[in-house]
C-alpha cells in the first residue's frame, strides 16, 4: 500500500500546509466580511473575483491548473405565492481546470453564496479567544472554499500532480438547491471519476456518509370566489379545501414506513376576509432515507392530489420535483471513504462516519452517477444562524487531509 510517509516530497507539501494557517485565516475573513447571500449578485461577484485571483495566481502562489473562467449562471426561477414563476438573476460560477488529458479526474466543488442577505445583521467575522472564527458563512462554505484552494496549492507542489487531472467548479445558488447552477454541475461532474465537496464536517469531527433525499413540492387550489354575504353558497373555499388536503398529507407522517418525513412549510390564500377565497396554495417539503421509500411517499402525495382533483369545483394541481435524490453509501463511494480513511490514519485525524438528514450537491452527484465524499471542509457548528463558527486549525487540517488523499489517488488510481 502507498502511503504518504513514502515520499519526502509529499511530506514536504503537507508540511508546507502547517506555514499557511495565517494566510489561509486571512483569506477567509476577507471572503467572509464581503456578503454573498445567494440574491445578492453584486457580493457574490466580488468574492468570485478574489478567487479568480487566487487561482490565477500572485505573489508565492502559482497559477494552479490549465485555466480559471468564469461562466455566466441561469436565472433561478421560483414559483411565487401566486403561483407565477419569477426569475431572479444569480452571481457568476467560477471554474478551473487541470490537465483535462489525464486517464484519472477529479471532481471539486464547493458553493460561493450564504444564506445571509444584504439585510440581514449578521455581515462580520469575530476572531474569538478560544480559537475559533464566528462569522458568516465561516464554515458553510466559506472555509471549504480555502481548504480546497489551499489543498490544490500543496498537491500542485509535488511531481504527483502530472498523473491526476482535477476540475473546478464553484457555484453560487447551493443554499437555494443549485438552480441555476445544476446543469453544469451534472455536464463537468459527469466527466469524472468521482466528486470531493467540501461542505463542513459535523460538529464532533465525523464526515457524512448517507444523506436523506429531498423534494419540494407546490400544491395549487382554485377554486371559486363569491361575496360571502350575498352568495356565499356559490363560493367555492380553495383555502378550506386545501387545507384539507395537506392535512391528509400530513398524516402521511404517521403511516408510511422509515424516517421518511413530509413537511407543509408554508401555506398561502385568500384576501379580504368578506371574500370566498378562489385561490390556495402550499409548500410541501419531501425526505426520504432512499429512492424506494422516496417514491413511495411520493406516490400517496400524488394519489392524494388526484383524488381531491376529481371534484368538479375544485381544481388541484402539484408542482415541484425531487431536488436532492437520496445519497447512499455504494461500492463505489465506500472506496472514496477508505482512501479517506487511509489518510486519516497517516496523518493522525481520526476519520468516521454519520448519516445526515440534510442535503447537499453530494445528493444531486450521486444522483448523476458521480460517487462523491461531500464533508472535506473544516470543523465548526451553527451554521445557518449568527452563532456560526469555524474551528481555526481545523484549516490545516482538513487541507492536508485533502491534499493526503489528492496524492493517495493520485499514486494510486481508484
Ligand atoms: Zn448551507
Not at 445567494?38 to 479568480?52: P, Y
Not at 401555506?267 to 417539503?285: E, I, K, L, Q, S
Amino acid at each position: 500500500m502507498w502511503s504518504l510517509d513514502q515520499s519526502s516530497e509529499c511530506v514536504e507539501a503537507l508540511s508546507w500546509l502547517e506555514t499557511q494557517q495565517a494566510a489561509m485565516l486571512e483569506l477567509l475573513q476577507d471572503l467572509c466580511n464581503q456578503n454573498s447571500g445567494t440574491f445578492n449578485v453584486r457580493g457574490v461577484q466580488a468574492v468570485v473575483d478574489r478567487l479568480q485571483m487566487e487561482y490565477a495566481g500572485h505573489g508565492e502562489y502559482p497559477r494552479l491548473g490549465d485555466w480559471v473562467e468564469q461562466f455566466p449562471t441561469p436565472p433561478a426561477e421560483v414559483l411565487n405565492d401566486l403561483a407565477q414563476v419569477e426569475a431572479y438573476p444569480l452571481g457568476p460560477m467560477l471554474r478551473a481546470e487541470a490537465r483535462s488529458g489525464a486517464a484519472q479526474q477529479v471532481f471539486l466543488c464547493i458553493h460561493t453564496d450564504t444564506v445571509y442577505e444584504l439585510a440581514h445583521a449578521f455581515q462580520k467575522c469575530q476572531l474569538r479567544p478560544d480559537g475559533t472564527l464566528n462569522g458568516p458563512g465561516v464554515i458553510d462554505a466559506k472555509g471549504g472554499l480555502v481548504v480546497m484552494l489551499f489543498a490544490l496549492r500543496a498537491f500542485e507542489r509535488t511531481s504527483l500532480a502530472q498523473q491526476l487531472g482535477w476540475k473546478v467548479l464553484l457555484n453560487p445558488d447551493e443554499e437555494i438547491g443549485s438552480m441555476g447552477s445544476h446543469a453544469t454541475l451534472k455536464e463537468v461532474s459527469q466527466q469524472c471519476r468521482f466528486g470531493l465537496l467540501f461542505e463542513p464536517v459535523l460538529p464532533d469531527g465525523a464526515l457524512v456518509s448517507s444523506r436523506k433525499g429531498a423534494g419540494n413540492f407546490t400544491l395549487i387550489c382554485r377554486g371559486r370566489s363569491a361575496h360571502s354575504g350575498r352568495n356565499f353558497a356559490a363560493g367555492r373555499n380553495a383555502v378550506v379545501y386545501l387545507a384539507r388536503c395537506v392535512a391528509e398529507i400530513d398524516s402521511l407522517n404517521h403511516t408510511v414506513a422509515g424516517e421518511s418525513t413530509v413537511n407543509v412549510g408554508r401555506f398561502h390564500g385568500g384576501g379580504a376576509v368578506n371574500v370566498v377565497p378562489d385561490f390556495a396554495m402550499a409548500r410541501v417539503n419531501v425526505r426520504a432515507v432512499d429512492p424506494e421509500q422516496l417514491d413511495e411517499i411520493l406516490g400517496h402525495i400524488r394519489g392524494i392530489v388526484e383524488r381531491f382533483d376529481r371534484d368538479p369545483d375544485y381544481q388541484l394541481r402539484i408542482e415541484g420535483h425531487v431536488t436532492s435524490p437520496p445519497k447512499v453509501v455504494d461500492a463505489a463511494s465506500r472506496q472514496i471513504q477508505v482512501r479517506i480513511e487511509e489518510t486519516g490514519k497517516g496523518l493522525g485525524v481520526p476519520i468516521h462516519w454519520r448519516p445526515s438528514g440534510g442535503a447537499s450537491d453530494g445528493n444531486k452527484l450521486s444522483g448523476y452517477g458521480v460517487p462523491n465524499v461531500d464533508t472535506l471542509g473544516p470543523v465548526g457548528d451553527h451554521l445557518h444562524s449568527p452563532e456560526e463558527y469555524l474551528v481555526v486549525e481545523s484549516l490545516v487540517q482538513r487541507a492536508k487531509l485533502a491534499a493526503g488523499l489528492l496524492m493517495n489517488v493520485a499514486a494510486r488510481p481508484l
